[in-house]
């Protein structure tokens, strides 16, 4: 039963795990947004969260279908997944890609969906609780 509960409630686990990391390494990007030679480093989410469910991390290829898509791995990876460089849009004189209008951007868009996984973990919760008391 345990197992079934743990199964139900993984996704959204993993979605949120994936979430606090990202929110971490944009704010790694905003707090180093003036120094020099500084690259902006984020993660493919959807590649990322495929991986770490289906248990291969980060083994899929990104696809990049835009040019803004982000290039190159930094060697870094992030339960699984490889951190990779943001390709700035317009490059500073000193070498840093960090835009702030991009992160800030990027990391509300994250806490809003981090905000989400944790309503529909408290809904499945909630769910699971209903179906053990019997209501």
Known sequence: MAGRIDQMLQFQQT?????AVRQELIASNIAN???PNYKA?????AS???G???GSGGKLPVAATSPQHLAGATGESVMGAPVL?????QPSADGN???MDVEQAQF???ALRYEASLKFISEDVKDVLSALQGF
């Open 15 to 19: 979605a949120l795990n994936l979430r």
């Open 33 to 35: 947004a003036d120094t």
């Open 41 to 45: 480093k984020d993660i493919d989410f």
């Open 48 to 50: 990322a969260l495929q």
């Open 52 to 54: 770490a469910l289906s």
């Open 85 to 89: 460089y943001r390709k700035p849009l």
């Open 97 to 99: 890609t960090v835009d």
């Open 108 to 110: 509300a868009d994250n």
